[in-house]
């Protein structure tokens, strides 16, 4: 058995660990090997569905050193305007350039992929089987925020012999128009099957969406990285903060944060149960409004082929239909475990909704500090929210650490220079005679404490609400 010498063992190089990787050559003179099952890197991206694109403008992915971004607005679709969202083919092939041109000719990253990594230092190729063995003083598991995709996920209900179902990756394969289309799945990955379908000039009323649980959404124009946006994004930010300061109830909370735009939903008459982060623009809204059949039943059990069975009654349907499964989950770490632990780093997310700028910030505390304990207490993971509430805990973490980061000058600069953060530049650089944007800052500077303070509130609310469950 071969065996391998490095500072860093990275198991996994999809966008998370590529991040982290990044952040260590830029920033210390370590070695690392990186051990991945696919064959290019990217993660997940390797099996996206064609039409897949990011959700967050592209200014926010990808690794610090190098932009993925052209620095472009787009002009046509239902973005029009935004900042451009890179394609799953984009980013893959940024991910394989940043492998190519900037990891492996630094002599100190050597990458393993079609491999898999079975602990303890050993890994195996799935090709021809062969073991190598690698020492390492830190082993980084970024494998650990799991990407559920279409193409790879096993829905948890059963389909009888003769029914036409199918992944989202081969919605376009279709050759001929069925009967109708029903997409199983409220979440992202059904937003963007129905729009899709939308785009190809379907019509609405062939479409029967199955949501099990309505989300709350974010405005997509609230989180654009361009001062022009300035009264958008840092508005949005003084009108959380206003929301969480003067909340007397979690309902009453909700109730403001949708009044401010700081959280939409599809249908106003109904009441959200999930969120999960993802973004939304009005004209997409709008899009999406179109389609009436939505079934809220519950999840789905079962499909036969002449009804789908669900939690709360059943629907009709037929073998002319085609079935498309959009139910995989997103990323999840409903288990959290504290980042640095002995010789195991394990990132999650320490911002909320951006795991990759997340990764990058880790890898920079691993490089500047050398207490753990003070390296967890920078890092504190925010926990992904999964159910409405879930909104209150992942705040209240995700502005503990803002604030943590606050109070040291060194942080302070590392997140105006780095690209991944987004805002702390533009807030940074902020014309002090624009009477407009200081007025914003101060809303925010004012209402911070006072949200924070309620914040705990709000939570013990909670906390009684479950316990009595």
């Not at 939409?264 to 982060?277: E, L, Y």
């Not at 040291?408 to 997140?415: P, S, V």
């Not at 924070?452 to 609310?461: D, I, P, R, S, T």
Request: proline fraction near 4%.
């Amino acid at each position: 058995m071969d065996k391998l010498e490095c500072d860093y063992l990275i198991v996994g190089s999809g966008a998370v660990g590529m991040a982290f990787a990044d952040v260590l050559l830029e920033e210390t003179d370590a070695t690392m090997v990186i051990v991945d099952r696919y064959e290019k890197p990217g993660g997940h991206w390797n099996v996206a569905y064609p039409f897949v694109t990011l959700h967050q403008p592209s200014e926010f992915y990808g690794v610090s050193s190098k932009e993925l971004s052209k620095g472009r607005k787009d002009q046509v679709g239902l973005n029009k305007g935004l900042s451009e969202l890179a394609s799953g083919a984009e980013v893959s092939a940024y991910f394989d350039d940043v492998m190519k041109h900037q990891f492996l000719p630094s002599g100190r990253v050597r990458y393993f992929p079609m491999c898999d990594y079975q602990g303890d230092g050993t890994f195996v190729s799935l090709i021809s089987g062969e073991k190598k063995m690698v020492a390492a003083k830190k082993v980084v598991d970024a494998t650990y925020l799991k990407t559920t995709v279409p193409s790879t996920h096993t829905p948890n209900f059963t389909i009888d012999e003769g029914v036409t179902f199918m992944a989202l990756n081969d919605l376009p394969k279709i050759a001929e128009p069925p009967v109708g289309y029903v997409i199983v799945g409220g979440g992202k990955t059904g937003i963007d099957a129905c729009l899709w379908l939308l785009a190809q000039s379907v019509h609405p009323d062939k479409i029967t969406w199955i949501v099990s649980r309505d989300a709350w959404l974010l405005d997509r124009e609230t989180t654009q990285p361009d001062v022009a946006f300035f009264e958008k994004t840092m508005g949005n930010q003084a009108a959380q903060f206003e929301a969480l300061a003067s909340a007397t109830s979690v309902s009453d909370l909700f109730d403001k944060l949708e009044s401010s735009g700081v959280l939409v939903r599809i249908d106003k008459t109904v009441k959200p149960t999930m969120f999960h982060g993802a973004t939304i623009n009005q004209a997409e809204l709008e899009e999406l409004r179109k389609i009436k059949n939505v079934v809220r039943k519950g999840r789905v059990s079962h499909i036969s082929k002449t009804e789908i069975v669900l939690a709360q009654g059943t629907v009709s349907t037929s073998v002319d239909h085609i079935h498309v499964d959009c139910s995989a989950s997103a990323i999840s770490n409903l288990e959290i475990k504290p980042i640095f632990a002995g010789d195991t780093i394990t990132p999650q997310t320490v911002r909320s909704y951006q795991p990759v700028f997340s990764a990058a910030f880790i890898a920079h505390i691993e490089a500047s500090q050398d207490d753990i304990d003070k390296k967890n207490e920078l890092c504190q993971v925010v926990p992904l929210p999964n159910h409405d509430t879930d909104w209150i805990r992942m705040i209240k973490v995700m502005m503990m650490n803002q604030f943590n980061w606050g109070q040291d000058k060194q942080l302070r600069k590392w997140l105006y220079n780095n690209r991944l953060d987004g805002f702390s530049k533009i807030v940074g650089d902020l014309d002090r005679t624009d009477e407009v944007k200081v007025a914003i800052m101060k809303r925010i500077k004012e209402s911070a404490m006072p949200a924070m303070m309620n914040l705990m509130k709000l939570e013990a609310e909670l906390d009684t609400v479950e316990a009595n469950a």
